[in-house]
């Protein structure tokens, strides 16, 4: 619920994210591409108040996870007037019957979690036919389940060079952009750089000396509310920040202790949190 004085929290929130994510570039090593990371702000569950209220404040990248409130919130009147110049990026697990539904989306920029050539070849016919007239690509970028969970959604990192090397010569529609991972959620920095981040990395570089592509033209999303920090300082150029920004999230239909730990626990399982720096 919007509440007066949200207006100043979220203001300050979202300059002290800011100024982290450009401290954070700077301590970046010389060898590491000069790319100003992109923030995501990630506004699930968050009222499209909110999301006037930091594209006011100059943000212009939001971060949705379910369809059906990126619809919603992308067609809002309030937002279709006030923001412009918005643009929205999907980094949910995607299904195959929802692919017309999100392609529908007003202002939609990204879709940050293509994980099957079954999806790519959906996404890239479905782009053609809904947006005939629209010459434009599709911004994509592939998801690579980089701990291995099963509660997370992504391509074994050992399938992701054949599966752009797909996207890149069967998906004409589609332009890819770069690669996205959620990784194991609560890793302990004192132990060391984040494996999974490490691995993303790695698989960059793979990839690049395969199919010759340039290293800087290949993105990297990585790194949430909580890792957005170190995500930078080893190379992600896109983070997904929610709560940080927005605050904890509040979902409806939760209001025993119970059914509120039960979605909270489930939520830190997918990891999906992202306001990119992608928290999500």
């Known amino acids: 619920m919007w509440k007066v004085g ?4 979220i203001g300050k929130a979202l300059q002290a994210v800011v100024d982290r ?4 570039a700077a301590r970046r090593s010389q060898t590491l591409q000069n790319v100003s990371p992109r923030l995501v702000a990630v506004s699930k569950t968050k009222p499209p108040e909110m999301v006037v209220e930091a594209y006011q404040q100059g ?3 939001f971060g949705e996870n379910y369809v059906n409130e990126l619809l919603d919130k992308s067609s809002n009147p309030q937002i279709l007037s006030l ?24 202002n939609l920029f990204m879709v940050e979690t293509v994980d099957s050539v079954k999806l790519a070849d959906k996404v890239n016919i479905s782009w053609q036919r809904l ?21 997370k959604h992504g391509l074994p990192p050992e399938e992701t060079v054949n599966t752009v090397k797909y996207i890149i010569s069967h998906c004409p529609a589609l332009h890819f952009v770069g690669l996205m991972t959620i990784g194991r959620y609560g890793y302990d920095l004192s132990d060391g750089p984040n494996p999974d981040f490490q691995m993303l990395l790695s698989h960059r570089r793979k990839l690049c000396d395969s199919l010759q592509l340039l290293l800087e033209e290949v993105e990297l999303s990585m790194g949430m509310s909580t890792d957005f920090e170190h995500a930078i300082e080893v190379g992600s150029t896109n983070v997904r920040v929610g709560s940080t920004i927005f605050g904890e999230r509040e979902y409806p239909n939760t209001h025993s ?12 399982a997918g990891k999906m949190e992202h306001l990119t720096v992608t928290e999500q």
Do not use: Y
Request: with cysteine; proline share 4%.
């Open 257 to 268: 202790p119970e059914k509120k730990s039960k979605v909270m626990t489930e939520e830190a």
């Open 83 to 106: 923001c412009p110049e918005i643009k929205w990026h999907f980094i949910g697990h995607l299904q195959k019957n929802n692919v017309n539904k999100l392609l529908g989306v007003p």
């Open 131 to 151: 947006r005939a007239a629209n010459t434009q690509r599709l911004k994509i970028m592939v998801q690579i389940n980089t701990s291995g969970e099963d509660s």
């Open 6 to 9: 949200m207006s100043e929290e």
């Open 21 to 24: 994510v450009k401290q954070a």
């Open 59 to 61: 943000q212009r990248n």
